[in-house]
């Protein structure tokens, strides 16, 4: 059991790893082509590009390493399974439904208030600051802030999904019950969001997390869960941004 649960959480790092080197190449390579430089200058030859250029190839980054995440899980289902890798990602409904759509309209309603009252709380015990002076950065034009949009809203939790309550939530379900298999994915889900500001992001996505498992486990589908995370997402972002 123990080797299984490592391997899990090395099946994330794997795919989080390699959409991200594909990302950073693909972003390298292209932007530095489309500017007419030699990606491959060394980094004590390379002219500097400006602090707009480089505000949009982080961006770049971003959305490609969601794409990029996306294709390798779907490619990798399609492989494994053929032509039932739907149902491996749970994009098909193996199983009847179990729960009702006006219960799951009631969690999608009230959820953006408990999710924004536990981050809130989470940030004050961990003496961080939540959506205090935040704001985008001066560097993205409209289209960029749009394409920021759509990558937070749709294409993150899709492609985060995908991976967590879809290719890991599979693996996680044949060799374990429903309740441990919604912890394990919430566990990793969570540790997948460890950066240097320590554990309060981490501990603020928790219940968001275990909400997420719950959802694929009683719709028996993966679209529930997409839905919710970007709607979690526009929900946070409007409450930070929002002038006041």
Known sequence: MALHLLGLAALVLLYLGA???????????????LAGIDPFLPPSRRPFVGAMALARRE????????????????????????????????????????????????VLLLWPVLHIAWVSLTADLFGTSFGQGTRLSPLLTPGAVAAWLAYVVVLA?????????????????????????????ALLFCAAHVTG?????PVSLLPLALTLGAL?????????CIALHGWSNLALIAYVLWPG
């Open 19 to 33: 959409a991200s080197l594909m990302a950073l190449a693909a972003v390298r390579v292209g932007a530095d082509l």
């Open 59 to 106: 961006l770049a980054v971003d959305i490609l390493r969601q794409v990029f995440l996306a294709a390798l899980l779907l490619a990798t289902a399609a492989w494994r399974d053929g032509r039932s890798w739907r149902n491996r990602l749970a994009l098909d409904r193996a199983e009847p439904n179990g729960m009702r759509a006006r219960n799951l309209l009631l």
């Open 157 to 185: 939790p899709a492609a985060e999904e995908l991976l967590m309550r879809g290719e890991v939530f599979c693996r996680a379900r044949a060799v374990l019950g429903p309740l441990a298999t919604i912890l394990v994915t």
């Open 197 to 201: 500001w320590g554990l309060a992001r």
């Open 216 to 224: 694929r486990w009683r719709t028996g589908r993966l679209w529930p």
